[in-house]
């Protein structure tokens, strides 16, 4: 039986609120992307379309390689564009901006960006995005987003004593924060050590000690841990209660690791197949139990974890070739899945029988690069690969437990979740997290 976000019959942790209280959560209600009053469009309206222009007076092709509504703002949408063409590994120069979908223009000028991941991350208060901006001497530079919701640099110091130079992190290709806010992960291109003849790739897992601090606490070669591993990471994702973090790679592989001490917990896929990247994400409606990949070749399946044991327990074949997969994401209740296909195409998927709902198709075969859904489920942004951003009208989601949650979030910001009388089941629910067991310890400390 599928289990609500939040919602478990199971005795509830004592020390949910203590943990999440220590956090900076948001501190700004929830903002929709229609205003209160205003009529909602039929389904699959176009909503917006956003053109990018070229940075710095730039003729050049841009691809939307990410977007992301923010974590509790459907006005505004984050965008990375990058240079259209192969890029090198993981390596590619690109731009990130914030767009007001209430007006007409972005909130500031772009930012560069040099080694984008292709997943967009926020930290648990939504102020700190996961787009490298620079690194090196000890610190990371990843993009803030102000009250006013511009962006702007950001310096975090690394302290990685014991656990490696600080030249490590002079080459980090992707900062992704846990879902609880007490971890982050790195993974960093060290190709160019001389010393490393093999290994090319390491993770180093992070303590968030405040804002403005990581601590190093461990520190793994992607080549040792991850039997045969080879190409470069393509996703590195935490599991909704920040246990475990999934790596997918551009040669179709797919790893489980501890979300403690990055050891190994499951190679599910270990064979390497050429032009098949992989990338993966956990569904948000388990802690951790199921875990979700696409591949271009256009396949879609899931695998059930429990007690180091993994089961593939569906596998789909949404497109056939020539046309591939591209990109994939869940919306926030877990309840669709959406699509991104080489020749423009977009396909709703429910995740009850992953029954196809709707296939939505571009005037043009544009390829689609990133797919991601507002908060209320009910609008969906589409990143192309000439540069656009297509805001679309998704069917309106008539369940009235998810209704109260939003209703909710309006009027109470999620730092201040914690006071209600409710449950704390109900709480974690109306966060969009998951109940979690952690034995009162703050692992900050």
């Not at 070739?321 to 669709?336: A, I, K, R, W, Y």
């Not at 689609?368 to 969906?380: D, M, N, P, R, T």
């Amino acid at each position: 039986m599928r289990k609500s976000m939040g919602l478990d019959s199971s005795k509830p942790s004592e020390t949910t609120e203590q943990s999440r209280s220590s956090l900076s959560l948001c501190r700004k209600p929830y903002r929709s992307f229609h205003p209160d009053g205003r009529s909602i469009p039929p389904p699959f309206t176009t909503l917006k379309i956003l053109k990018h222009s070229g940075p710095l007076g730039l003729n050049q092709v841009m691809k939307v390689t990410a977007c992301a509504f923010l974590m509790n703002d459907d006005s505004c949408l984050l965008t990375l564009i990058t240079f259209a063409g192969p890029s090198l590994r993981n390596f590619r120069a690109g731009f990130v901006q914030c767009w007001d979908l209430e007006g007409d223009g972005v909130h500031d000028d772009s930012i560069f960006t040099y080694s984008p991941h292709p997943t967009c991350c926020f930290s648990p208060n939504g102020e700190l995005v996961s787009y490298i901006l620079n690194t090196g001497n000890g610190h990371i530079i990843l993009a803030e987003l102000t009250p006013e919701c511009s962006l702007e640099p950001f310096k975090i110091d690394c302290n990685t004593s014991g656990h490696g130079e600080k030249s490590l992190l002079s080459r980090v290709l992707c900062c992704v924060f846990s879902p609880d806010g007490f971890k982050a992960v790195t993974v960093s291109d060290v190709s160019l050590e001389s010393h490393r003849d093999t290994e090319t790739n390491e993770i180093c897992l992070w303590k968030v000690k405040s804002k403005k601090s990581m601590k190093s606490i461990w520190r793994v070669s992607c080549e040792v841990v991850m039997p045969h591993f080879a190409g470069y990471v393509v996703s590195c994702v935490f599991s909704p209660d920040s246990t475990l973090i999934a790596f997918s790679s551009s040669l179709s592989q797919l790893y489980v690791l501890d979300g403690k001490n990055l050891e190994l917990v499951l190679a599910i896929r270990t064979d390497i197949v050429i032009g098949n990247s992989c990338c993966c994400a956990f569904d948000p409606c388990f802690p951790h139990q199921k875990l979700t990949a696409c591949f271009e070749d256009g396949y879609f399946k899931i695998w059930f974890m429990h007690d180091s044991q993994v089961s593939c327990i569906k596998e789909i074949q949404l497109v056939h070739n020539p046309v591939m997969l591209t990109t994939f994401s869940f919306s926030p209740d877990g309840s669709m899945i959406a699509f991104g296909t080489s020749h423009g195409k977009v396909i709703l998927v429910e995740t009850v029988q992953y029954d196809i709902l709707n296939e939505f198709k571009s005037e043009t075969d544009i390829g689609i690069c990133s797919v991601a859904f507002a908060k209320s489920c009910q609008e969906l942004a589409i990143g192309k690969s000439d540069g656009h951003v297509q805001i679309l009208q998704l069917p309106l989601k008539l369940d009235l437990q998810h209704m109260c949650r939003l209703s909710i979030n309006k009027l109470v910001p999620p730092n201040q979740i914690d006071c209600l009388p409710l449950p704390r089941n109900l709480k974690a629910y109306l966060l969009f997290v998951h109940v979690q067991e952690n034995n009162g310890v703050d692992e900050r400390k």
